[in-house]
């Protein structure tokens, strides 16, 4: 077991305690991205291939710098480009890295189905186990931001790490320590809450009276979070949802369905309990014996 | 760089112009978001398309084109007339009080003494008026209407805003915004720093496009000051390194000159380049040429190079033109040049005219490639369908590879566009068979002078003569190449005031080129890095990155030239008396006896303010230039003319001189002359540029490079896109009068149709990074579109401007 989960605080599918022993005894982490710095570079894709030993495919140009087109089993991260017209009718170029954004509150981790295959640390890091994924696609369902990817090759759900093992001996992610104009940063929440208010008061002095820190609530905050330009429109960033929440489905499935289907499979054994007790067993006679011998002799 | 890339994040206020530092150099733009976060600075982008530096400016403006110095000319103008100039340093530290000759004249584009025939000018006009001591006459009080303050006035009063925008398309409010917060910094607590790249130099006015941005910055008193500067952002690791060593074609190591076919004396040759003072009490640095020129042929040719001989100055060639690399590919094509070394380099992608450059590599008798990838050009011959349609069996040409090590692979000093010399250390052993530059050229000399030696041959003695003191022949070190562009004494060195005191002995290496001397007893190769490599050991290797200034000027980090000085003109940064301009921004200060601070004086240390010598020591006249004399090829203003392949059938500002609708002194080729571009042809405007995710035509042979930018495509304006049909993300064929490619489209808002002299004009982005071989996708090399027009100072390409048709492919 990688030491990194000894500091488990939950763990899909299962109530069983997980190994707590250690703590995050700095505080949670987080990773900020600051939009109104980035330049695009794709550095932080190109890290992130590096670190975990991944490599798309060579892809195409379909009209858009965003290259590969989109998250894979080999793509962890991507930056994605939208040009915007404002109403000044002055062009931005909003640019932005896409990847998990490790909510406090994880979708993917409340929709996984296999024990262990998701699981979230002390810091707050929101981790995939594959070995124990069995595949099913439950945690893309769940994901609020569309970020889990089930990989063609092995079936199994992949995604950012946050870099949960360079983080465990002390490094900052790859593409933290890669980002050349320091657009990503790393540290603790609380940390990067304050280099964000900083950020967003030097945008406001630029004009951007909008500008704000995204770390949405309706998944309980974020472990990465954004400085935006435009925190009323995130949707102007690539489809940022402006809102996120846990698909109902998957409230449906661990809030009401789970009891519920736990409940019909208890009544279904009560059910055939009471007609054992009541009625005694189902026993067939000569009538029916005969009917299965005539319905064997049809078949060629 | 005058400045460096640290000091850009002293800076108020950024422009961005004639580059893309964001997009081609992301690691040094981090010095931009510095400044925009801890010191308050606005950037500023001026480009053709809006463009990932765009993407985090405070400002945006768009331009056509090749009409950078009208933007710059109205510029001045703006300053001019609205008196936002740092008077005290424009007073006292620029040439604006000189009276320049009755003669010079400006008349429709053209300055006095212009020769059609010859393309090329007369200069004797172009001078300063003298007086009976010898010395320049000046009147302080500016009144004088020959002065040259009064003289730029008239110049550029033409440059107004409306010719700005009909003329570049940039819409007025945009400009006068800009305008408005480039002027602020005029005053002493404000600098601006230009950064600039090929966008400006690729062009066949690129030199005056450079010239045009300096005189911006010398209005506003920006030059010499932390956070100032002209900072060209370099496209290659080590082109700093491959001009300072002198690799052009009519340069030596260290900016000296090669002499002309016309110079065959050497008294005149050294008289011509050591230039006395034009004003009193003027330092006049290069009054030491002979000293680094002695010093430099004692380097190559030891004790061959004697005072007898003229140190040897015969062994020199004597340039009848330059031989840059158009000139060369000219040579080819018309079948004078027949053998090729082609040397890190890939020019059939690289260089404009692809076709040309097919045509002239197929009637070499043998190419020659010394690089680390298999290069498009050592495969010219190749053919690969559409993307290199030739036919092998009908070219002779024979060709050799000869792999060599990376920068990675191996020892050596890089030098940034800091002007840094960084030592770096080998980082991995060399695959396969690749040798070392230093080990091919070695062995190729010893096998020329071998063959000399065996069978003899006319005039070779510089080759017999060349010095060649390695402790193995067959490989000298890059540490011991390093030591010998230091230099050092072969005798010992006395202080010339006072011959008792014995400034360096004989066998060490010399501390800096204060020490060169030119009657022998010294060797240099290169006298600006002279300090590089010491008694002390490799400076460059230095790693000390403590800044107790807290203004980036981190002096004990690698070393810089000249003399590990960081800003250069940073006696400029302080006013008359020797006091700062600007406190907070403090390099360096006249403390009553000397000057110091945390740079290196670009001074006499301990020239005292009131004897009144000037900050500009290279400069004859000891003060900035906006009147080049004869220093540039086109005039001593730049004027703007338009790119060969214009739009226009008129220049703007000298419409009825048809000799100036483009450069008139652009070095052409009549084979290139032929195949200019009309806008009834091609009616679009292109041009060329590099994108993050690549680097020239290296990193397509990489993996994860081509996974993030894998596909040739061209950026157009959805406009255009509108107009002719075109979806975004399907195949467009780009012609040009030189041939044409096919591309993915990329329709974008970034492009928009300027107003160009009441039309409408299209722009189309070109990225340049694909070609027929590597890991990406294979595509069309971009320089099949792009012609070899050449600006008539440095004959660089004017691969930025190119008139294209769109069509659907």
Same mark, same amino acid.
């Given at each position: 077991m990688a030491l990194q989960s000894l500091d488990i605080i939950r763990r899909s599918a299962t109530t069983l305690p997980a190994?707590? =022993?250690?703590?995050a005894h700095a505080g949670e982490v987080a990773k900020l991205i600051d939009v109104t710095k980035c330049?695009?570079?794709?550095a932080c894709q190109v890290a992130c291939m590096e670190w975990n030993d991944l490599r798309d495919e060579v892809g195409t140009c379909t009209?858009?710098?965003?290259?590969?087109?989109d998250l894979s089993d080999q793509s962890w991260t991507l930056m994605r480009f939208a040009e915007y017209e404002n109403p000044k009718g002055d062009l931005e170029w909003l640019i932005r890295k896409d990847?998990?954004?490790?909510? =406090?509150?994880p979708g993917c981790l409340k929709a996984?189905?296999?024990?262990?295959a998701i699981v979230q640390y002390a810091n707050g890091i929101v981790d995939f186990h594959e070995e124990n994924c069995?595949?099913?696609?439950y945690c893309v369902t769940g994901c609020p931001f569309n970020v889990p990817r089930i990989s063609k090759k092995d079936h199994k759900a992949y995604k950012c790490t946050l870099c949960s093992d360079r983080i465990s001996v002390g490094l900052e992610p790859a593409c933290v320590k890669t980002c050349p104009t320091g657009a990503i940063t790393f540290g603790s929440k609380e940390a990067m809450q304050q280099h964000a208010a900083e950020r967003i008061e030097d945008l406001k002095s630029r004009g951007?009276?909008? =500008?704000g820190l995204y770390d949405? =609530?309706?998944?309980?905050?974020?472990?990465v979070m954004y400085v935006l330009h435009h925190a009323d429109q995130p949707?102007?960033?690539?489809?940022?949802?402006?809102n996120p929440k846990i698909s109902a489905m998957v409230g449906l499935w661990k809030g009401i369905s789970k009891p519920l289907g736990l409940l019909a499979i208890l009544a279904t054994a009560a059910a055939g309990f009471l007609h054992y007790v009541g009625i005694g067993p189902n026993e067939t006679d000569e009538g029916d014996e005969e009917a299965a011998r005539r319905e064997l002799e049809k078949t060629p | 760089m005058t400045n460096h890339w640290v000091d850009?994040?002293?800076?108020d206020l950024i422009l961005i112009m004639g580059g893309n530092a964001a997009e081609a150099h992301p690691c040094g733009f981090k010095w931009v978001t510095e400044a925009k976060a801890h010191n308050k600075a606005k950037l500023i982008v001026v480009d053709p398309r809006f463009n990932r530096s765009a993407s985090v400016a405070d400002v945006y403006a768009p331009i056509r084109v090749g009409t950078d110095i009208v933007f710059l000319g109205g510029l001045i103008n703006h300053l001019l007339v609205n008196d936002k100039i740092q008077h005290e340093y424009v007073l006292?530290?620029?040439?604006?009080s000189f009276i320049v000759k009755d003669e010079f004249a400006f008349n429709e584009g053209l300055y006095s003494g212009y020769n059609a025939d010859k393309r090329?000018?007369?200069?004797?006009?172009w001078d300063y008026v003298f007086g009976e001591d010898g010395y320049v006459k000046t009147d302080p009080t500016l009144k004088?209407?020959?002065?040259v303050y009064n003289l730029l006035k008239q110049h550029y009063a033409r440059y107004t805003v409306d010719m700005v925008e009909r003329v570049c398309g940039t819409p007025k409010d945009k400009i006068a915004l800009i305008w408005d917060m480039i002027a602020s910094?005029?005053?002493?607590?404000r600098v601006m720093t230009i950064m600039y790249a090929l966008?400006?130099?690729?062009?066949?006015?690129g030199s005056q496009n450079v010239r045009s941005g300096a005189m911006v910055q010398l209005l506003l008193g920006n030059i010499g000051i932390a956070g100032g500067g002209m900072n060209a952002l370099r496209g290659h690791s080590n082109i700093q390194g491959l001009t300072d060593i002198g690799l052009m074609s009519d340069l030596l190591p260290g900016y000296l000159t090669l002499p002309k076919q016309?110079?065959?004396d050497y008294k005149a040759y050294l008289a011509k380049r050591t230039q006395k003072p034009l004003?009193?009490?003027?330092?006049?640095?290069?009054?030491?040429y002979p000293k680094f020129h002695v010093s430099l042929m004692k380097s190559w040719w030891g004790d061959a190079a004697t005072a007898d001989n003229n140190w040897?100055?015969?062994?020199l060639p004597k340039l009848d033109k330059p031989y840059d690399m158009l000139q060369a590919y000219e040579l080819m094509n018309q079948g004078k040049m027949n053998g090729y070394i082609c040397q890190g380099f890939n020019p059939l992608a690289s260089a404009p005219n692809k076709g040309k450059l097919v045509s002239a590599f197929s009637k070499l008798k043998f190419m020659v490639s010394m690089d680390p990838l298999e290069t498009e050009t050592i495969s010219?011959?190749?053919?690969?369908?559409?993307?290199n349609d030739v036919d092998p069996s009908k070219i002779q040409t024979e060709v050799f590879r000869l792999p060599t090590t990376s920068f990675a692979e191996e020892n050596g000093a890089i030098v940034n566009s800091s002007r840094w010399l960084q030592w770096h250390w080998k980082g991995a052993e060399p695959p396969g068979e690749a040798r070392s530059d230093i080990e091919i050229m070695s062995e190729l000399f010893h096998r020329i002078k071998a063959m000399y030696v065996k069978d003899g041959g006319a005039y070779w003695d510089p080759i017999r003569d060349l010095?060649?003191?390695?402790?193995n022949p067959e490989v000298p070190t890059p540490e011991e190449i390093a030591m010998e562009y230091n230099g050092k004494a072969l005798a010992d060195v006395h202080d010339p005031k006072d011959?008792?005191?014995?400034v360096r002995k004989a066998g060490e290496q010399v501390a800096?080129?204060?020490?060169?001397?030119?009657?022998?007893s010294t060797a240099c190769g290169c006298w600006i890095y002279?300090?590089?490599?010491t008694q002390a050991g490799?400076?460059?290797? *230095?790693?000390?990155?403590?800044?107790?200034? &807290?203004? &980036?000027?981190?002096?004990?980090?690698a070393w810089a030239w000249p003399a590990n *000085? *960081?800003?250069?003109?940073? *006696?400029?940064?302080?006013d008359t008396s020797g006091k700062p301009f600007d406190p907070k921004r403090k390099l360096i200060a006249w403390n009553g006896k000397t000057w110091g601070g945390v740079d290196v004086p670009?001074?006499?240390?301990?020239?005292?303010p009131e004897d009144g010598?000037?900050?500009?020591?290279?400069?004859p006249e000891g003060v900035a230039r906006f009147f080049a004399r004869g220093g540039m090829a086109e005039g001593p203003f730049p004027e703007h003319y338009e790119p060969f392949?214009?739009?226009?059938?008129?220049?703007?500002?000298?419409?009825?001189?048809?000799?100036?609708?483009?450069?008139?002194?652009?070095?052409?080729?009549q084979s290139d002359l032929a195949q200019i571009g009309k806008p009834d042809e091609f009616p679009h405007v292109a041009t060329t540029y590099r994108l993050?995710?690549?680097?020239?035509?290296?990193?397509?042979?990489g993996l994860l490079n081509s996974i993030t930018q894998p596909e040739q495509f061209v950026e157009i304006g959805e406009a255009l896109a509108k107009e002719l049909g075109i979806p975004n993300g399907s195949r467009v064929r780009v012609s040009s009068k030189r041939g044409h490619i096919e591309a993915v489209a990329m329709v974008t808002k970034r492009i928009k149709a300027l107003q160009i002299d009441g039309k409408t004009v299209h722009q189309v982005g070109i990225p340049i990074h694909?070609?027929?071989?590597?890991?990406?996708k294979p595509g069309y090399l971009?320089?099949?579109?792009?012609?070899a027009i050449g600006d008539g100072?440095?004959?660089?390409?004017?691969?930025k401007c190119i008139l294209v048709k769109v069509e659907k492919a």
């Open positions: 190994p707590q =022993a250690r703590g330049i695009g570079c794709k009209g858009h710098y965003d290259n590969p087109h990847g998990c954004m490790h909510c =406090a509150d996984c189905p296999s024990p262990g069995i595949g099913c696609g951007f009276d909008q =500008a949405p =609530a309706g998944v309980g905050g974020t472990h949707q102007l960033y690539s489809g940022l949802p402006e | 850009i994040k002293n800076a006292n530290y620029t040439d604006m090329s000018y007369d200069k004797s006009s004088h209407p020959r002065c910094t005029s005053t002493k607590d966008g400006w130099t690729q062009h066949s006015i016309d110079e065959q004003r009193p009490n003027q330092m006049a640095y290069w009054q030491n040897c100055f015969d062994y010219f011959w190749q053919n690969h369908g559409a993307l010095a060649w003191k390695y402790s011959a008792t005191k014995l800096g080129f204060a020490e060169l001397r030119d009657d022998g002279a300090g590089a490599w490799n400076q460059m290797a *230095r790693r000390d990155n403590s800044d107790p200034s &807290g203004i &980036g000027n981190t002096i004990g980090w *000085r *960081r800003v250069m003109y940073n *006696r400029a940064s302080c670009d001074f006499s240390p301990t020239s005292d010598m000037g900050p500009f020591i290279m400069n392949d214009t739009p226009l059938a008129k220049n703007p500002l000298s419409p009825e001189q048809p000799l100036t609708l483009n450069n008139p002194i652009a070095r052409v080729f993050t995710e690549h680097f020239h035509f290296w990193t397509k042979h694909w070609g027929f071989l590597g890991a990406a971009a320089n099949t579109l792009t012609n100072n440095s004959q660089t390409p004017e691969s």
